[in-house]
């Protein structure tokens, strides 16, 4: 019964959807990983949660400038490289979507 119910109501859209992403010393790729992200949720509402995680690198800076110019943009800082699975789960405890 209850998937006769969503099959009556058609397919609905995703409120929000969020995308967490580390970041560690990828100053090359962040802006490319931007626009495809872009890309691949062209018409949804997103937001692009990046958690810099210790980077040595301009990757702090290229956060900051994204988040500049796109308002779904979000950098988190992590003060050293914890590692992936902590930056991840700090950039879930930002996420909204």
Known sequence: MENSALALSGPRSPELVSVVAPIYNEEGTIGEFHARVCAA????????????????????????????????????HLSRNFGNHTA???GLGHASG
Do not use: H, I, K, N
């Open 41 to 76: 949720l062209e018409g949804l509402p997103f937001e692009l949660v990046l958690v810099d995680d210790g980077s040595s690198d301009g990757s702090p800076l290229m956060l900051e400038t994204l988040a500049a110019g796109d308002s779904r943009v979000r950098g988190v």
């Open 88 to 90: 991840l789960t700090r």
